[in-house]
């Protein structure tokens, strides 16, 4: 009979096990030439990496081996320069080193009784950041698992406010209700709907990208009290765009219609003061997320999330049975009542442990420096004769063309870029057009890689 204790028991080889994992760890985490690698066919895999989950185990060295020299090489580097694509990882060091310390701990992040130390660390951080967005004293959140996750929580909360609000006042709930948004709203604006089986009303932008107040307001008179939110978006996606959310918040406090912030990329960009007049408004955010994994240099996987009023997201969030009646005779806090999640690694503290050893004045820089170099190779790139902006950046992301290039063309040069591993940058589209991208996170990325990028085209 197999031992039940050998997996957890201490012994010679768990030491050898743990050494050479954290050998590992240490090697990648301090490589300064991070290769950028590609992704393997699935037949290749197999061929490489045969079987490895077997009755008896392949052993710790050879799992170790074959991750780091078949199944780690087949992933792209998220945190290599050259990455473009997409939004970036870039996690500190700091952060990344910590995060082993979250595992090794078997910290449980999901209620005070069980983890205040790790509670009260995140509380720290998503209470700074509360403060940078203007959020006023009692303001509160929680660490998700990511922005699609935060999306929906802050949603579900909602739509409770404003069940709860109608029903207060002895209306009657719509047939269907609705969250308005702009057309640009990020996908998983649309993915929560359909989880919480209400309706998306997509308003047009303005010729900016953006989406204003006079935009919301029509969609609010044409749909009435259906509508239990209104999501402005900090930063888009494909091109970094802000909404005018000080329109927007005008017209919700006036009609007392829940605002929420998608920031999920770009509302870091909000922590350098020379940019602060493009959020105004967010001060006035009933709920709004943002991604450390993203912009604030932590690793996957972490959404903070943050209520004007926390109490409202408890009401939605908090779950209910025996064995948790416990758990809600604390009188503090407990982070799974604020979003959908029950069971939570604690994901703040990775941020936490940066933050705290770091400073925040080098995160300002370090955002402050990607926005910069987008301006910087958007000026280069109006400067070289076959290529065209499609918009000024705004933040950190540049969307340019090759003039006379189709839709091939583009797929076959971000191909060879990757194969001669440059750069990792896929194509995206405008209005139906293919365009190039370049999503600038990374510290480490230099205005002359960029430029030799360019001087493949």
Known sequence: MTDPTRMHAIGPGTVTTVDGVLDYARRRMLWEDIPLDKSLELRELRRLAGETITPEGIGARRATAV???????????????????????????????????VSASSVYGGSWIEGSGAVFAE??????????????????????????IGNLSALVAA???????????????????????SAEAHSSIASAAEIMDVEVVGVPTGDDGRLHGAGVAAALDAHGD?????????????FGIIDDIASIAEVTRA???????????????????????????????DSLIVDPHKWLFAPFDACALLYRDPAGARLAHTQHAEYLDVLADGAD????????????????????????????????????????????????????????????????????????????DYRDWSQRLLDEQLAFVVPSSYAGETVLRFAIINPMTTFELLTSILDTL
């Open 333 to 408: 806090a407990n982070p799974s009542d604020l979003g959908v999640q029950l069971t939570r690694r604690a994901r703040g503290l990775p941020l936490w442990f940066s933050l705290a050893a770091h400073g925040t004045e080098p995160y300002r820089a370090a955002i402050e420096y990607g926005i910069e170099l987008a301006a910087r190779i958007a000026d280069e790139i109006r400067r070289r004769d076959g290529l065209s902006l499609v918009r000024d950046p705004q933040l950190s992301v540049v969307v340019f063309r090759r003039e006379g290039w189709t839709a091939a």
């Open 123 to 148: 509380n720290e951080v998503l209470h700074w950041l509360a403060r940078e967005f203007g959020l006023p004293a009692g303001a509160g959140g929680v660490f998700m698992q990511g922005g699609t």
């Open 226 to 238: 259906a509508v239990f939110a209104v999501v402005a978006t900090a930063g888009t996606t494909n």
């Open 159 to 181: 739509r409770d406010t404003a069940r709860r609000r109608l029903e207060a006042a002895g209306g009657r709930r719509p047939d269907r209700w609705v969250v308005v948004c």
């Open 67 to 101: 991750f780091e020299n078949v199944l780690g090489p087949a992933c792209i580097s998220i945190d290599h320069p050259g990455y473009l694509s997409f939004i970036p990882s870039a996690p500190s060091k700091a952060a990344t080193a910590f995060d082993l310390v």
């Open 255 to 285: 009609r007392g219609v829940w605002l929420h912030v998608d920031g999920a990329y770009g509302l870091a960009g909000m922590l350098v003061e020379r940019m602060r007049p493009a959020y105004a408004g967010v001060e006035h955010a």
